[in-house]
């Protein structure tokens, strides 16, 4: 059974450092590209950032610069390190990998920002 479990989200201050992860099971981790994604209240599902199976990595403008993806293909696991976080950033917070069978997403882990 293919599973994505996040974790690492809490409650932090704006200025504030988190860094959340994605641990996969049950499949070929290291052929595929990792997405971390964060949905809002009210807002659709958007990609925050993206590492290739290769490790290169593309970032939504919003999180340029202050947010970071990793992956370890040993460990099986994606990282997203997230510095000088804002209110804006808080959401719920999704891995996703896209198979050829189909899409996988995680159960997702929530990050709160306050001002």
């Known amino acids: 059974q293919v599973q994505l479990v996040e974790s690492g989200g809490g409650l932090v201050q704006a200025g504030g450092s988190l860094r959340v992860s994605c641990v996969a099971s049950?499949?070929?981790?290291?052929?595929?590209?990792v997405g971390w994604y964060r949905q809002t209240p009210g807002k659709q599902r958007e990609l925050v950032a993206r590492?290739?199976?290769?490790?290169?990595?593309d970032y939504a403008d919003s999180v340029r610069g202050r947010f970071t993806i990793s992956r370890d293909n040993a460990k099986n696991t994606v990282g997203l390190q997230m510095n000088s976080l804002k209110p804006e950033d808080t959401g719920v917070y999704y891995c996703?990998?896209?198979?050829?069978?189909?899409?996988?997403w995680g159960q997702g882990t929530q990050v709160t920002v306050s001002s």
């Open positions: 996703n990998i896209a198979t050829g069978g189909g899409t996988i």
């Open positions: 049950g499949i070929m981790f290291r052929i595929y590209a």
């Open positions: 590492i290739s199976s290769g490790g290169s990595t």
